[in-house]
């Protein structure tokens, strides 16, 4: 069993910052891609950031120039620098991981979402 939880999330004016982490734990041989989603009330879940892992990170239009994500093989964690912060950023968001497990699958695995409220 694998489980990732994540830690940062709280309350911040428009124009300022959240450092969202999660960690990976568990039963793992090898964490493939880690992203980050976000799901506001009312909408569908959406990709926020991906990154490999080898490093390359891919963003979603509305956070680009202004979302940094970044991981660390070694500790399985992964980490979402929010700068600039806008009211529709609000959402709750969610961590992922792609792991290969000691059970040898590779299985898709989500924490428990962290909250996230820019007020304007």
């Known amino acids: 069993q694998v489980q990732l939880v994540e830690s940062g999330g709280g309350l911040v004016q428009a124009g300022g910052s959240l450092r969202l982490s999660c960690a990976a734990s568990?039963?793992?041989?090898?964490?493939?891609?880690m992203a980050w989603y976000r799901q506001a009330p009312g909408k569908q879940r959406e990709l926020v950031a991906s990154i490999t892992s080898g490093g390359r990170a891919n963003y979603a239009d509305p956070v680009k120039g202004r979302f940094t994500i970044s991981r660390d093989n070694a500790k399985n964690t992964v980490s979402l620098q929010m700068n600039n912060l806008k009211a529709e950023d609000t959402a709750v968001y969610y961590c992922t991981s792609r792991v290969l497990g000691r059970n040898l699958r590779l299985s898709d695995f989500w924490g428990q979402g962290t909250q996230v409220t820019v007020s304007s």
């Open positions: 568990g039963s793992i041989l090898r964490i493939d891609d």
